[in-house]
């Protein structure tokens, strides 16, 4: 016992994990090990090497001595036994291949898998002695044999990255040759050329250890056979040479063969003629499929055929950044990788931040972009086409030499990973073990598990960021004067990528980042750093563009400011969301024009949030008394309030952060503080005879404010004690139009319109009345749009009390306590009718206009105005201005069905987003959905959807209102 604790100890020093059943298993071992043991403790896992070398020597104890014979056969079995734990298994079951390990190299490949399922290497059409388990087990014993010796080279640094890559790729291709020689023995296909076209990786010749191959199949039918008949039999034969490499046998199985790169995916035909191919790339292929046909190469079959294939279809890759479509399928692609990252993103050596695809994504765009007047950037491998884009200065050699040393970083961890069970993972591990593992296989002996974790983070965050300024830093050297020890890309090439990634204008932006990053101040200088990022989430947005334009501009008037340009540099929420307003918001930008400084609440989403009325009107109050005497003025500071509010409620909205019913009340809250400080201005300097209210109608009074809403209202006044009348109305006539003159005065904020045409008698009648008369004139002439129309009235500035009382006066007539009599009902139905057929703009598409076309606006407020005059009364739950707060009133008093209110509200709701979003983007109101294909695009972009979503959101607005006017002719019109 003593005896195997000291063992335990020495080999725990020596650095084996676990040094006890280390111990147990040399004792166990016939074979003296002492010698190897010095040897095994230097690999990635001493353990898990002893435990195969154990099992080996078992199986065929000769491997000791050749061993201790060949130091190099030493060197690379160990390496393979301390990463492989599937070829040490491998090794195990044929300790005959152990030997070839110690050879140099190993003979052409195709020659010899050909010749392990019994087919003659030289044939044109190689076909199997035999099909059965006996040929596809040959295949996979010889085929891991070949990637042992690779491996071997591999870990023990006598092969490089792209070497292994293209062994890797060219393995995978014999493989396939030898699996079609399996595939011949179980169909007949003398009437057809086949060819297989490697995709992905596998026609990059950048494979890895494990990974599905991709392929596209091509098929000609020989002089004089039927092509009906030739393809039949060339899918067969594509099927039958699929199962070759997939199939389970005693020696396991190869990997997947996709065939989802072909045209139409996984629902088009699995093999095609070559005319067939290039109709379809030529009339209905996406860009993402010229960028999959980037890596196209023959790799089996009719070598022939698959070379007229590449050949013909090079043609098409090369004009793809030319197609219409080009910018909205590069961010299709995007958002499918994107989509494809699950809660293990962060540790994904492909798809997460920084990882393999980030890289290859940029390179390949910048070769379609480029490559097209530049054949010299036409390379199919990652990092020969990195070193062309390098050398033609499309990419700064810095940035080159950084991806290049992160992907071959990040493709050797893949390999090691892969390497351990032969199993396709691109996930890092967590385990200690497995970490530690990798850190030593790439010779971390130290601290493996800290270097390598600190040194994979580094590599993904350089990737991750040079990923961004990819394709923006060359612009710049393009247009600014800057020391460079390279060649700067052309004006013309910078304007032509510009373009690509969706810029209409890219002469133009040339000029704005010209503007910006030209010079040797401070200022330019953090200009060049920020703008290659900014460009970015410029070109991410509905209009790059007016981005751009409204980034210089508000640079411009801030670009001296100290705070400015480094709250940008050093806060990246800032600046993304900056970004994304100005490449969305026609109206947010021009706010933020005349307002600058309120670029600093973007920082945070509680920046964000909706000022509660109190402190915004005890900050307009405060405005207007530090103006005392001068009401233009005081006016003038609260309207530059309004106009922060504005910014910050569009930010919010546009940022998600609060819905349509939230913008609504936020809108009409600051309207009320808007009025209520203007109110006080003008009645600074007005006689003190009359007490005076603002009455909020309309979508004021229902706290459902657009941003393009007017304020309707009604002004009321009641003279004070021993004042007489006519003085009293003269006095409230001329505060009524002072307030209307204050708010409507040239200026650089939106307008507050005062819209006084819901009074009684409208246009026609007094501007002003005194509460005796509003009563007198709805008790006698009052009709039933009027009782409609006041269902929104609510107080909302000047005496609180005067309001107050007007809102009792009239609640009688809005809220009737019978109900309305069925001619009422009726002449309300035909009200709605006529203005339906009278009030739509002429040329307007009914189903498209927000406000009165069917499921509209008009119709969900209609259905609860008339429930309100019907039941109100009687109902008090009922009285409400708020027309969402009425329908779910309603359904619990049981007035109307769940689902109805559901579908209504879902209509109202979408009609008021789409309302909103159009004077956001347009930055002037709207009701109809836009006829312009680009404007709709950019407002389904502004309500969420993707760029190429303008159609879908089409269809869901005619689905919802569709919907909503059933219910409102069933429940309004009673059909």
């Known amino acids: 016992m003593p005896r195997i604790e000291s063992t335990a100890a020495r080999l725990a020093k020596l650095g084996f994990a676990d040094g006890a059943r280390a111990a147990q298993l040399v004792r166990q071992s016939e074979a003296d090990l002492d010698d190897i043991l010095e040897s095994l403790v230097t690999v990635a896992d001493p353990d898990q090497a002893l ?69 003659e290497p030289g044939e044109s059409e190689p076909r199997a002695a035999e099909g059965g388990n006996g040929a596809l087990a040959a295949l996979r014993v010889a085929y891991r044999g070949r990637l042992a010796h690779l491996a071997a080279r591999d870990l023990t640094g006598q092969a490089t990255l792209s070497e292994v890559t293209a062994e890797l790729s060219d393995l995978a291709g014999a493989a396939l040759e030898a699996a079609l020689a399996v595939a011949r023995t179980e169909v007949e296909a003398e009437e057809v050329r086949f060819a297989v076209i490697g995709m992905g990786k596998c026609g990059a010749r950048e494979l890895n250890y494990i990974s599905d191959v991709d392929v596209i199949f091509v098929a000609e039918p020989r002089e004089g056979a039927d092509e009906a008949k030739a393809l039949r039999a060339a899918t067969r034969l594509a099927q039958a040479m699929m199962r070759a490499c997939s199939a389970t046998t005693p020696e396991g199985s190869l990997w997947e063969v996709d065939a989802g790169l072909r045209p139409e995916g996984r629902s088009g035909p699995l093999v095609r003629t070559l005319a067939s191919h290039l109709a379809y790339y030529r009339r209905w292929a996406k860009t993402w499929e010229f960028q999959a046909l980037l890596k196209a190469r023959p790799v089996a079959g009719d070598l022939e055929l698959g070379a007229a294939y590449v050949e013909a279809v ?77 050398r033609g200065g499309y990419v700064a050699r810095d940035d080159s030499r950084g991806l290049a040393e992160a992907y071959s970083f990040l493709r ?178 021009t706010l933020l024009m005349h307002a600058p400084d309120a670029v600093a609440m973007l920082g945070s989403d509680e920046e964000l949030a909706v000022r509660p009325p109190e402190s915004l009107l005890g900050e307009a109050s405060a405005a207007v008394t530090r103006y005392a005497g001068d009401p233009e003025t005081a006016v003038t500071a609260v309207r530059a309030l309004r106009r922060k509010e504005l910014f910050r409620t569009a930010v919010a909205d546009l940022s998600g952060l609060i819905d349509i019913e939230t913008v609504g009340t936020a809108l009409s809250r600051l309207n009320d503080v808007t009025l209520q400080a203007a109110l006080d201005a003008a009645l600074s300097k007005a006689a003190n005879v009359t007490s005076f209210a603002v009455i909020a109608m309309g979508r004021l009074g229902g706290l459902e404010c657009s941003y393009a809403s007017d304020a309707d209202v009604m002004f009321v006044h009641s003279p004070l004690p021993g004042v007489a009348e006519r003085e009293a109305t003269d006095a409230a006539f001329a505060v009524a139009n002072e307030l209307r003159r204050l708010l409507s005065l040239p200026a650089p904020d939106p307008p507050l319109i005062i819209d006084p045409d819901l009074r009684p008698e409208g246009r026609q009648g007094p501007l002003v009345r005194t509460l005796a008369s ?126 109805d209110e559901a579908v209504l509200a879902e209509a109202w709701r979408f009609a008021s987003r789409v309302r909103d979003a159009i004077m956001l983007v347009k930055g002037r109101p709207g009701d109809s959905v836009p006829r312009d294909a680009g404007e709709r695009r950019m407002l389904a972009q502004t309500l969420g959807y993707p760029p190429d979503g303008s159609e879908d959101f089409l269809d869901d607005y005619r689905r919802v209102t569709r919907r909503a006017r059933k219910v409102v002719d069933r429940v309004f019109y009673g059909a």
Do not use: C
């Open 314 to 390: 090079n043609e098409l890759v090369w004009t793809a950044a030319t197609r219409e479509h080009f910018v909205e399928d590069v961010q299709a692609m995007r958002r499918r990788v994107e989509a494809h990252v699950r809660a293990e993103g962060e540790r994904q050596l492909k798809l997460g931040p920084g990882g393999l695809r980030d890289i290859e994504f940029a390179v390949q765009l910048l070769q379609l972009v480029h490559g097209r007047l530049d054949p010299l950037l036409r390379r199919r491998g990652t990092l020969p086409a990195l070193a062309a884009l390098s």
């Open 412 to 589: 050797q961890v893949e390999h090691l990973l892969q390497l351990h069970r032969l199993r396709r993972t691109h996930i890092v591990p967590t385990g200690e073990a497995d970490l530690r593992r990798l850190g030593r296989a790439l010779g971390m002996q130290a601290d493996p598990v800290g270097e390598f974790t600190a040194r994979w983070r580094r590599h993904a965050m350089e990737a991750r960021r040079l990923h961004e300024k990819l394709f923006y830093r060359p612009l710049l050297q393009a247009v600014a004067r800057l020391p460079e020890s390279e060649a700067r890309l052309s004006t013309a090439a910078a304007a032509a990528r510009l373009e690509a990634l969706g810029y209409v204008d890219p002469r133009g932006a040339l000029r704005h980042i010209a503007n910006l990053s030209t010079g040797v101040s401070r200022r330019a200088a953090i200009q060049r750093t920020l703008l290659p990022v900014m460009l970015g989430w410029f070109a991410d947005t509905p209009d790059p563009d007016a981005a751009l334009l409204g980034f210089r501009q508000v640079s411009d008037k801030l670009g001296s400011t100290p705070w400015y340009l480094r709250l940008l540099r050093d806060e990246t929420a800032v600046a993304a969301r900056m970004a994304r307003v100005l490449g969305t918001s026609r109206y947010a930008t």
């Open 774 to 899: 509003y009563r007198a004139y709805y008790s006698r002439w009052s009709s039933p749009w009027e009782s409609q129309a006041l269902l929104r009235a609510r107080f909302s500035a000047g005496d609180a009390e005067l309001g107050a009382a007007f809102t009792a006066m009239i609640d009688e007539l809005r809220y009737p306590q019978g109900g309305l009599q069925d001619d009422a009902v009726r002449e309300i139905r035909r009200l709605k009718a006529r203005m339906e057929a009278e009030r739509l703009p002429r040329g307007a598409d009914p189903a498209l206009h927000t406000k009165l076309g069917p499921g509209g606006l008009s119709d969900v407020e209609w259905v609860a105005q008339l429930l309100q005059l019907r039941y109100a009364g009687t109902r008090p739950s009922l009285r409400t201005t708020r027309t969402l707060e009425a329908l779910r009133a309603a359904v619990a008093e049981e007035l109307l069905a769940p689902a």
């Open 51 to 119: 435990v195969s070398l154990t099992r080996l020597i078992e199986r065929e104890p000769a491997v000791l001595g050749a061993l201790r014979a060949d130091e190099g056969l030493k060197d690379r079995l160990l390496a393979v036994l301390g990463v492989s734990a599937a070829l040490g298994e491998h090794l195990v079951r044929h300790p005959g291949q152990v030997a070839r390990l110690a050879e140099p190299a190993l003979g052409e490949a195709r020659a010899e898998l050909l010749r392990a399922v019994g087919a």
